[in-house]
């Protein structure tokens, strides 16, 4: 049972955190029929399982903060306040997609709420992450920067190329690894030297060790809120380690096959952070209408926003030639 | 009048870029403090402060990437990779991140950044710090590839990089950083896209970059003091933009064309030129385009490998004999 009594949250942000969790899971199981139904097509890496992580930060970061993430990035844009239609367009390619069906599903970007992009080569948003960092200090100014990877991406030099340079100068920035214990298809202790892939490296850029159960939203929420605090105050980066599980394969294509049946029922069934939320919410003394109208609002907004999608034209072929350089468009010669 | 050494027009411009404008600051291994390796940095530390003259470690990952996260937000970084062979271990960060954000964004996203490096043989340095490698930015979509080939074009094409709203590379050649040139003005801007000519003639149109510009003007020069042919040399500058226009006009008047390239052969710009002129040019010219680059080998070392891999003017004289005289 919880202690009421101290409660450091708050029932305004834990209703934000349940909305925020909520939003970003019912999208994604939306994206995954829409899958099914063959509206989406390429690749897709769903966030299933993972929602405290991005939702967390996503209530604990203000306005003009910028995030990073991967391909696995439906939920951190949604967790920035994109429009749903603006992800779910993007993945449909179609014209009310974020970036106009130019990106797709692994570089959904936003940059007027801060989502600074969303990218697909191991390793890279970390160093680009330390840049925005780095022109907040330049310019004196208070943004935090946050980046969100995954545990396999600790294996790549440059992780550590960013950390370091991170450290040394001290930048405002929060990284985020959501260990969810599988790089590809490969358990993440088959092929690492340490057990804990981030924060056992963290001594090494004289971090923290900060582990957290990334799949309590409480627990979550109070680790970004301290971080991002730290970065703010101009007090440095911190390196953040989020245990968590996806419920899906890796991508589409993937039924997760080489993960033990047990596990995956162990995740499931008694770590999912949204079923444990709302126990707790309800623990919290929180009305149970709350929570269902909260519930029902959000799928109302998912099965809107999934018909603006679905009604939204496809993009015209001139987008092709558009926006290679900043003039707008793509020519090489005079 | 100043006399300045093309190394020398270096610091000046981009020292000049960061009077004009807070945003530009310069980052890199070495730079501050040291004044670079080939010293072409010497006194930005002391002006701008270690606040704008970041010396960086040996992570070109992370200083590209903090390069383009701080452009991203609207400064005008510059930064320094010390030979452009090390381009190789960020060329993710170069040729998928920088290049390609942009558009994957939808424009939402504009990298206004220079990355300058050190390019080119010359120096004995052997296969791994001696390339030319202005063909490998050449071939993706959404960067700018610029070469200077002497002092004044170093300062105007810094000035235009640096203002400029895109993605940069500037490829300074090595062999380059000891060549003076005369110059009453300093605040020089020369706009992309616009090949220089540095011999007339109306025999032969020969294309070059950076040394290799220099070399064929001197072949220029012999050619026409003892053996009476008359070459034309067009110093691109800029392959990405390309001066199109300029190449069209001049082989148009000539009818024969050869480029002169530093890099080895397969995929080097020359073929992309030859195959512009080809297309563009084929009623005009009196014969096919000659391609002189390196041979298809990595760089050798020892002096007189290296002197007989690079092109040189000796080389450029003949093979510009053969092709008019039909030898
Ligand atoms: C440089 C690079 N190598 C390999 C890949 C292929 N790849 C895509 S996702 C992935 C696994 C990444 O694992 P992790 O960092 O744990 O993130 P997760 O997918 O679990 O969220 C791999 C190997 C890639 N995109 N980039
Ligand atoms: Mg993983």
Same mark, same amino acid.
């Given at each position: 049972?919880? #202690?009421?009594?101290?409660?450091?949250? &708050?029932?305004?942000?834990?209703?934000?955190?349940?909305?925020?969790?909520?939003?970003?899971?019912?999208?994604?199981?939306?994206?995954?029929?829409?899958?099914?139904?063959?509206?989406?097509?390429?690749?897709?890496?769903?966030?299933?399982?993972?929602?405290? $992580?991005?939702?967390?930060?996503?209530?604990?970061?203000?306005?003009?903060?910028?995030?990073?993430?991967?391909?696995?990035?439906?939920?951190?844009?949604?967790?920035?306040?994109?429009?749903?239609?603006?992800?779910?367009?993007?993945?449909?390619?179609?014209?009310?997609?974020?970036?106009?069906?130019?990106?797709?599903?692994?570089?959904?970007?936003?940059?007027?709420?801060?989502?600074?992009?969303?990218?697909?080569?191991?390793?890279?948003?970390?160093?680009?992450? %330390?840049?925005?960092?780095?022109?907040?200090?330049?310019?004196?100014?208070? /943004?935090?920067?946050?980046?969100?990877?995954?545990?396999?991406?600790?294996?790549? &030099?440059?992780?550590?190329?960013?950390? %370091?340079?991170? *450290?040394?100068?001290?930048?405002?920035?929060?990284?985020?690894? /959501?260990?969810?214990?599988?790089?590809?298809?490969?358990?993440?202790?088959?092929?690492?030297?340490?057990?804990?892939?981030?924060?056992?490296?963290?001594?090494?850029?004289?971090?923290?060790?900060?582990?957290?159960?990334?799949?309590?939203?409480?627990?979550?929420?109070?680790?970004?809120?301290?971080?991002?605090?730290?970065?703010?105050?101009? %007090?440095?980066?911190?390196?953040?380690?989020? *245990?968590?599980?996806?419920?899906?394969?890796?991508?589409?294509?993937? =039924? &997760?096959?080489?993960? =033990? #049946?047990?596990?995956?029922?162990?995740?499931?069934?008694?770590?999912?952070?949204?079923?444990?939320?709302?126990?707790?919410?309800?623990?919290?003394?929180? #009305?149970?209408?709350?929570?269902?109208?909260?519930?029902?609002?959000?799928?109302?907004?998912?099965?809107?926003?999934?018909? $603006?999608?679905?009604?939204?034209?496809?993009?015209?072929?001139?987008?092709?030639?558009?926006?290679?350089?900043?003039?707008?468009?793509?020519?090489?010669?005079? | 009048?100043?006399?300045?050494?093309?190394?020398?027009?270096?610091?000046?411009?981009?020292?000049?870029?960061?009077?004009?404008?807070?945003?530009?600051?310069?980052?890199?291994?070495?730079?501050?403090?040291? +004044? +670079?390796?080939?010293?072409?940095?010497?006194?930005?530390?002391?002006?701008? +402060?270690?606040?704008?003259?970041? @010396?960086?470690?040996?992570?070109?990952?992370?200083?590209?990437?903090?390069?383009?996260?701080?452009?991203?937000?609207?400064?005008?970084?510059?930064?320094?990779?010390?030979?452009?062979?090390?381009?190789?271990?960020?060329?993710?960060?170069?040729?998928?991140?920088?290049?390609?954000?942009?558009?994957?964004? @939808?424009?939402?996203?504009?990298?206004?950044?220079?990355?300058?490096?050190?390019?080119?043989?010359?120096? !004995?340095? +052997?296969?791994?710090?001696?390339?030319?490698?202005?063909?490998?930015?050449?071939?993706?979509?959404?960067?700018?590839?610029?070469?200077?080939?002497?002092?004044?074009?170093?300062?105007?094409?810094?000035?235009?990089?640096?203002?400029?709203?895109?993605?940069?590379?500037?490829?300074?050649?090595?062999?380059?950083?000891?060549?003076?040139?005369?110059? @009453?003005?300093?605040?020089?801007?020369?706009?992309?896209?616009?090949?220089?000519?540095?011999?007339?003639?109306?025999?032969?149109?020969?294309?070059?970059?950076?040394?290799?510009?220099?070399?064929?003007?001197?072949?220029?020069?012999?050619?026409?003091?003892?053996?009476?042919?008359?070459?034309?040399?067009?110093?691109?500058?800029?392959?990405?933009?390309?001066?199109?226009?300029?190449?069209?006009?001049?082989?148009?008047?000539?009818?024969?064309?050869?480029?002169?390239?530093?890099?080895?052969?397969?995929?080097?710009?020359?073929?992309?030129?030859?195959?512009?002129?080809?297309?563009?040019?084929?009623?005009?010219?009196?014969?096919?385009?000659?391609?002189?680059?390196?041979?298809?080998?990595?760089?050798?070392?020892?002096?007189?490998?290296?002197?007989?891999?690079?092109?040189?003017?000796?080389?450029?004289?003949?093979?510009?004999?053969? !092709?008019?005289?039909?030898?």
């Amino acid at each position: 049972m919880v #202690d009421i009594s101290n409660d450091d949250i &708050g029932e305004i942000n834990r209703l934000k955190l349940w909305e925020m969790m909520l939003k970003l899971r019912l999208v994604e199981k939306k994206a995954y029929d829409l899958f099914l139904q063959n509206l989406i097509k390429g690749t897709s890496h769903l966030a299933l399982g993972q929602e405290a $992580i991005a939702g967390a930060f996503g209530v604990a970061l203000q306005e003009g903060d910028y995030t990073f993430c991967t391909y696995r990035g439906h939920a951190h844009t949604l967790a920035r306040g994109s429009s749903i239609e603006g992800v779910l367009g993007e993945l449909m390619g179609r014209q009310c997609g974020l970036m106009k069906g130019k990106g797709g599903s692994m570089h959904l970007t936003d940059v007027d709420k801060g989502v600074m992009g969303s990218y697909a080569i191991i390793g890279a948003h970390l160093t680009i992450a %330390n840049g925005t960092a780095l022109a907040s200090k330049y310019n004196k100014t208070k /943004e935090v920067s946050v980046c969100f990877f995954g545990d396999g991406t600790t294996n790549i &030099g440059a992780f550590h190329e960013a950390l %370091n340079m991170a *450290k040394i100068w001290d930048l405002p920035i929060v990284f985020v690894c /959501e260990n969810n214990l599988y790089m590809e298809y490969t358990a993440i202790s088959d092929v690492t030297a340490v057990e804990h892939p981030a924060a056992d490296r963290a001594s090494a850029y004289s971090l923290e060790k900060i582990i957290v159960d990334g799949n309590d939203a409480d627990e979550m929420f109070r680790t970004a809120q301290a971080a991002i605090q730290k970065a703010r105050e101009g %007090n440095g980066p911190s390196l953040i380690e989020a *245990k968590t599980y996806r419920h899906s394969g890796h991508s589409r294509a993937d =039924p &997760g096959k080489y993960r =033990p #049946d047990e596990e995956v029922k162990d995740w499931l069934e008694n770590k999912d952070p949204i079923t444990n939320y709302r126990k707790r919410l309800l623990d919290y003394n929180i #009305d149970e209408k709350v929570i269902s109208d909260i519930e029902n609002k959000i799928k109302q907004e998912v099965e809107e926003a999934t018909e $603006i999608s679905k009604s939204s034209p496809i993009p015209d072929t001139k987008e092709i030639f558009t926006d290679v350089w900043a003039d707008g468009g793509y020519e090489w010669h005079n | 009048m100043a006399q300045l050494t093309y190394r020398e027009s270096v610091s000046l411009a981009i020292a000049q870029a960061m009077r004009k404008d807070p945003k530009v600051f310069f980052i890199g291994e070495d730079v501050g403090a040291a +004044g +670079g390796v080939f010293k072409a940095t010497v006194g930005l530390l002391e002006e701008f +402060g270690k606040d704008r003259v970041m @010396d960086a470690p040996i992570s070109e990952q992370a200083i590209l990437g903090a390069a383009m996260g701080a452009a991203m937000t609207g400064l005008r970084p510059i930064a320094e990779i010390m030979f452009s062979d090390f381009l190789a271990v960020c060329w993710d960060i170069v040729a998928n991140q920088i290049a390609k954000t942009r558009y994957m964004s @939808d424009g939402q996203i504009t990298i206004p950044l220079v990355i300058r490096t050190a390019n080119g043989g010359g120096s !004995k340095f +052997g296969a791994q710090h001696s390339q030319s490698l202005e063909n490998w930015s050449m071939m993706i979509p959404g960067l700018k590839v610029v070469a200077p080939s002497s002092p004044a074009d170093v300062l105007g094409l810094m000035n235009t990089a640096v203002n400029d709203p895109d993605p940069v590379i500037f490829y300074e050649h090595k062999s380059l950083y000891a060549s003076k040139q005369e110059l @009453d003005n300093t605040d020089l801007s020369i706009p992309f896209g616009q090949a220089n000519i540095l011999h007339e003639g109306s025999d032969i149109t020969i294309i070059g970059l950076a040394l290799m510009a220099q070399r064929s003007k001197k072949a220029a020069e012999i050619l026409k003091e003892k053996h009476d042919i008359n070459a034309k040399v067009l110093d691109l500058r800029t392959l990405v933009p390309l001066d199109l226009q300029t190449i069209k006009k001049s082989i148009n008047e000539t009818g024969f064309a050869m480029t002169v390239e530093e890099n080895p052969r397969l995929c080097g710009w020359g073929a992309e030129i030859s195959s512009l002129i080809t297309e563009h040019c084929f009623s005009n010219l009196k014969g096919p385009v000659t391609r002189i680059t390196t041979p298809h080998v990595p760089l050798p070392s020892a002096d007189i490998l290296e002197d007989n891999t690079i092109p040189s003017v000796d080389l450029i004289v003949n093979e510009v004999i053969k !092709k008019i005289k039909g030898e």
